[in-house]
């Protein structure tokens, strides 16, 4: 364009205007209000989903004990003359139950063979929602078995649905006598196939009893046997988590107290873990789940184990006594609660106790001598009214008295507001209870809405938040239409910045639930997606990733118009801190507007170094965009160096944004 005066004066007219415009913001560096918790951003773990059996628990074969309350429930008896329990004459296939004998584990399959050849009689496991296998993969076999005298042969194999064989090994079981042993066999996959499943035929003559049929993928977490499935730990460890809540959620309050989670039962030999039905197998309309159940082979070990691989500190989360509330509301008459207290104990001693100690030296036999170092223990989830309370003042009297440096967490209730919480939150409070465990489950105009939630929260009381629960809702909690789109994220990255800001009160924060099987799962929407052999991240884990990986250890204020924080005003959300470490100026801003603002942040009281900085944009110009197994990065962070001034640093906040700006000072 030839430049006219007209012209000139147009631009110039125009210039003025967007520097008018710009959104200025000012970050005082050297005066720290808070330190940031290095536990603030953590991780809630559940197994809802399908997201520990079926999910991070990397064994393959469902049912796998024969426990389920259908015996056969995943398996099918594949022969060409099934009649069930007769195969032919002389041939047979039972479930056996000995209580007497295996409290835990009472049944088992007792195979009878007359003459069977290869190919006529065989068991085949369907998996949970089938099988992900991976070409040139090592898969591990195994079983126990029992056996007088028996001369049979198992052929295991693996195939597709469309029946093609990709995979396959013999066994041949040769302990005798009473006792059961392990057989295993390992073999090589030759294709990859999403829905696999497990066949193993039989031949050969006499009487074979087999239970805990087992297979792992040879790529677990670490390479552990019977371990976690890697791509799925990777996620979280990428996340570098402050914390990780366990076991859940309502799963430790149970339906009712003989469902509710017992950690005690959870360690030790798989094949002694008691199997229970899990609360999410038909608590959702719509989503029922009657093969779901918790075989427990992700228990506490595993919990505390993983926990330390991933560096974060391990925050247990125990039943106080009381089953959900929304379910069966049974209580433990306060006279019978030792039980449930001594558990907390034992918990504790568990996982801190020296190799002399009981606990402790059954911690060192599992194989981990060391102690778990736990700081913090939760009593109760979701569990509110004068019982929880007077329950939970047995517990605090108990653990203090024993161990009076773990720091407790108790239950604000199931809403982050009215009667029940009022009352929760301040008989907590004159308890001083260390943290107060609050939960929102709430639309994405709730979460913005509440960015300044903490701004004048009570800073006199000794106790602290623990924002242990919480995603933005698309429709409405527990709806089967939920969404993990775009909007909710921003609302929750808007919202991060007054957790931010507020630092100095809310120490921890995790988002639930953490994932969700696209093939099983009950509750939306979840962190983090997977089918049998994939993950995908969503719009809200990058934003979590974003936060955790980018706290740094001191809030600085950041103040916008007014000299106030920016909370919502022209549709932006500020906060920032420094990294003392890595001596970063971080900047985090929200711009929820369908427009984009030009910002300029002044920095006073810090020398910045160099002459640029990096910039992380999260971004998308459409609120409902979602990302999916098959497009895994519509939303996803985009990264690039910045030039900025001495003093300002300049940068467009595209429509509906999340920025980070790293600064080297
Ligand atoms: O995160 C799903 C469930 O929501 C949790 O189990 C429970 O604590 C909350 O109601």
Redo the contacts with the bound molecule.
């Keep these: 364009m030839k430049l006219t005066f007209f012209t000139l004066i147009i631009s110039l007219q125009y210039a003025f205007l967007f520097a008018q415009n710009k959104a200025v913001f000012t970050i005082q560096a050297n005066k720290p209000t808070a330190s940031v918790s290095p536990n603030m951003y953590g991780i ?1 773990f ?1 197994d ?1 989903n399908l997201g520990a059996d079926g999910g991070l628990y990397a064994e393959l074969v469902k049912n796998r004990s024969f426990e389920f309350a259908n015996p056969l429930m995943g398996w099918t008896i594949k022969s060409s003359k099934l009649l069930y329990g007769t195969i032919n004459p002389g041939s047979e296939i039972h479930i056996l139950n000995r209580p007497d004998k295996a409290a835990t584990n009472p049944r088992f399959m007792r195979v009878t063979l007359n003459n069977v050849k290869k190919d006529s009689l065989g068991i085949s496991n369907e998996g949970f929602r089938r099988m992900g296998i991976k070409k040139d993969l090592r898969y591990d076999f195994s079983l126990l078995y029992r056996q007088q005298k028996a001369n049979a042969k198992l052929y295991v194999e693996l195939v597709t649905e469309k029946g093609n064989i990709i995979g396959s090994a013999t066994f041949t079981p040769e302990q005798t006598g009473d006792a059961w042993h392990k057989g295993e066999v390992s073999f090589i996959a030759t294709a990859t196939d999403p829905k696999a499943s497990l066949n193993i035929w039989l031949e050969g003559n006499g009487a074979l009893d087999v239970d805990m049929i087992s297979l792992f993928p040879g790529d677990t977490w670490k390479g552990r046997k019977g371990g976690l499935r890697a791509d799925m730990v990777q996620m979280l460890a990428d996340m570098k988590p402050g914390f990780i809540r366990f076991p ?5 309050e149970g339906r009712d107290l003989a469902t509710r989670y017992e950690w005690k039962k959870t360690i030790g030999p798989v094949e002694e873990r008691k199997l229970i039905i899990n609360r999410w197998n038909n608590e959702i309309a719509g989503r029922p789940a009657p093969d779901y159940f918790q075989t427990f082979g992700l228990g506490f070990f595993e919990f505390f184990q993983l926990a330390e691989d991933i560096g974060a500190e391990p925050l247990p989360i125990l039943n106080c006594g009381m089953a959900c509330q ?1 379910n069966t509301a049974e209580v433990t008459p306060v006279e019978q609660l030792d039980p449930y207290v001594q558990d907390a104990l034992d918990l504790i001693e568990f996982a801190n106790g020296s190799v002399t100690t009981h606990w402790g030296k059954i911690r060192a036999e599992l194989g981990h001598p060391d102690p778990f170092n736990l700081k913090m223990l939760g009593v109760g ?2 569990n509110w009214g004068p019982q929880y309370v007077e329950r939970f003042k047995i517990f605090q009297a108990a653990i203090k008295k024993q161990y009076p440096n773990i720091k407790l967490v108790g239950s604000s209730g ?1 809403l982050p507001n009215g009667e029940l919480f009022d009352y929760l939150d301040s008989e907590l409070r004159k308890m001083n209870v260390e943290f107060i465990d609050e ?1 929102y ?1 709430s639309s994405p105009q709730w979460f913005l809405d509440n960015a300044k939630r903490y701004d004048n929260y009570d800073r006199k009381s000794a106790s602290r938040v623990f924002v ?2 919480y ?1 933005a809702q698309s429709d409405r ?1 527990t709806s089967i239409h939920n969404k993990n789109n775009w909007r909710t994220a921003l609302a929750e990255a808007a919202f991060l910045t007054g957790l931010e800001r507020n630092a100095d009160i809310v120490q921890m924060a995790s988002y ?2 953490l994932f969700g099987n696209i093939d099983g799962w009950q ?1 939306k929407p979840d962190l983090i997606w997977v089918d049998n052999l994939q993950v995908m991240a969503t719009p809200n884990y990058h934003v979590q990733k974003l936060y955790a990986v980018n706290k740094g250890s001191q809030v600085v204020p950041m103040l916008y118009k007014d000299n106030l924080p920016a909370a919502g005003q022209d549709s932006l959300y500020a906060s920032a801190t420094i990294d003392k470490i890595t001596n970063e100026l971080i900047i985090k801003i929200v711009n929820t507007s369908g427009k984009a603002q030009q910002a300029e942040v002044n920095v006073d009281g810090a020398n910045k170094k160099g002459s640029t900085a990096k910039l992380i944009v999260l971004q998308n110009d459409n609120p409902e965009a979602e990302n999916s197994l098959d497009s895994p990065s519509v939303v996803a962070p985009v990264e690039k160096i910045i030039d900025i001034k001495k003093k300002a640093i300049n940068v467009e906040l595209t429509a509906y944004s999340l920025s980070v700006i790293v600064v080297k000072f």
């Design positions: 809630f559940e809802i859940g959620g309502c799963i430790v929304f989830n979701e199931f939960h489950y242990g629960e995603a909690t639930a639930p509750w």
